[in-house]
């Protein structure tokens, strides 16, 4: 059983990360500062340490120096973003922004222990694994769920691809695991051992965007004060994650055209170049070949990244796989919320099956999650899972199937291979600078609200006025 360390000063996160190791299976122990750590414990005999970043008395990454044969985890806020980064530099294995997702935490964890393992016979003079980077445990089918068919199709070319330097393309809606995806492509590829850094670019704002990915010197805005690692750089020899890369103002988008042409970074303020050896891997919601249309992408960038695309199914196509993930999630809220024998009811079961899952399985968890806090005799209802009925989202309107107004529509010979949602998406982007919202949802024949919703689901962005 490895053993963990977890130095938190903060009691509630302590105790919550505690428990979630602890039915994991592993044996954890905690301190409250660096201090108590190094006064209570012998820090080279735990397999990993959780730190977060800013501690009572001495920082987290005090822990790099004092426990050198430990691999040492980071945990910090977004505001600590560019220190996490530091703190990688300092020797710390991977670093996890707070709030984490228990399934990220959990993953990270197991990705740090796997890479550990395959160290140890390497020091004893076994070159062996270097040769083998694709281990049983790095696997899709261990971080991601999927019997269906569609997801076997995914898990088959990860295992194809990953183990090559082509850059990767992650498609798919919101909560449906792209991010496990792109740890799986990472996982199994020769990079394993080396950092694997996710950036979500809809999360930064797009005046810090350029000099979190590709640092800057100081003095080079008002505000640095010293020179700063970009996350680019951080990856250097390991894997670059962008999520949501749709998000990507056009500058940036520029600056990452080169990273991919020439392997190269230039830091903000800096008239020097750098050689960086990463593997790129990007993800969207947003269907890039129609924003590269309206000049919202770069065509030349889109046709970089899109080398490989891997397409993850939303929950609605994946049949069987709904109750499956079901069970895995409420075995999972019954071991953390100390019911273990709690179950779904065959009515609920039905509901899961027949419900249309626009948050995928994101909206599955939190569904499940929602139903164990609140089931108190051991059954779980439909009741209790209060699934959204809302039909909308099967509507199929009359206004994309029969089109009077004199508005050219798309020309079939260059749409037919786009779905619903792409149709629709299609639409709204080339006709909205001259339409009203109003007259958009006419022409859809839904109402405002549905089209504000399918805005929102898909990520197109209202034209300002």
Not at 157 to 178: C, D, N, Y
Not at 252 to 265: F, G
Not at 448 to 453: G, H, I, M, V, Y
Request: glycine share 6%.
């Amino acid at each position: 059983m490895h053993r963990i360390l977890i130095v938190e000063d903060e009691e509630i996160i302590r105790s919550a990360l505690r428990k979630l190791l602890t039915h994991a299976d592993y044996d954890v122990s905690d301190a409250g500062s660096v201090d108590e750590a190094r006064s209570h414990y012998e820090l080279d005999g735990f397999d990993l340490i959780i730190s977060d970043l800013r501690l009572p008395g001495a920082a987290g990454t005090e822990l790099i120096r004092l426990a050198p044969n430990t691999p040492v985890l980071i945990m910090t806020s977004y505001a600590s973003l560019r220190s996490a980064v530091d703190s990688m530099k300092l020797g710390a294995v991977e670093y996890i922004a707070k709030p984490f997702d228990h399934d990220e935490m959990l993953a990270s964890v197991e990705d740090i222990l796997k890479r550990t393992a395959v160290r140890e016979p390497e020091a004893s003079g076994e070159d062996d694994a270097e040769d083998e980077p694709q281990t049983a445990e790095g696997d899709p089918s261990r971080i991601m769920y999927g019997q269906c068919s569609a997801m076997q199709h995914v898990f088959t070319l990860i295992r194809k691809v990953a183990p090559t330097e082509t850059t990767v393309l992650i498609h798919g809606e919101s909560g449906t695991g792209k991010e496990l995806a792109a740890r799986a492509l990472h996982q199994l590829s020769p990079r394993a051992r080396q950092p694997l850094i996710c950036v979500n670019c809809a999360a930064i704002p797009e005046s810090l965007i350029e000099s979190e990915l590709f640092g800057h010197e100081k003095g080079a805005f008002t505000g640095a004060v010293s020179a700063r690692t970009g996350l680019i750089e951080a990856a250097d020899g390991g894997s670059l994650f962008l999520d949501e890369i749709g998000e990507l103002p056009a500058e940036a988008q520029a600056r990452l055209l080169r990273v991919l042409q020439e392997s190269e970074i230039r830091r903000v303020g800096s008239t020097q170049s750098r050689t960086v050896d990463v593997r790129m891997i990007a993800a969207t919601h947003r269907n890039l070949r129609a924003m590269t249309k309206t000049a919202e992408f770069r065509e030349d960038l889109y046709y970089r990244l899109n080398v490989m695309q891997i397409r993850i199914p939303p929950l609605r196509e994946r049949d069987g796989d709904i109750l499956g993930l079901a069970k895995r999630f409420l075995q999972r809220q019954g071991q953390r919320m100390g019911k273990p024998d709690i179950s779904l009811s065959p009515e609920s079961m039905r509901a899961l099956e027949q419900h249309r899952w626009p948050g995928n399985v994101r909206e599955l968890e939190n569904a499940i999650e929602r139903a164990t806090i609140l089931c108190d005799d051991g059954m779980i209802t439909p009741y209790l899972l209060d699934l959204d009925t809302d039909g909308t989202d099967v509507h199929i309107p009359a206004g994309l199937l029969e089109e009077e107004d004199p508005t050219p529509a798309p020309d079939p010979q260059t749409s037919n291979d786009l779905s619903l949602e792409d149709y629709f998406q299609h639409f709204v982007l080339e006709n909205q600078d001259k339409m009203s919202e109003t007259e958009l949802a006419q022409k859809l024949g839904i109402s405002r609200k549905s089209l504000w919703e399918r805005r929102q689901r898909l990520g197109i962005p209202r034209k300002k006025s």
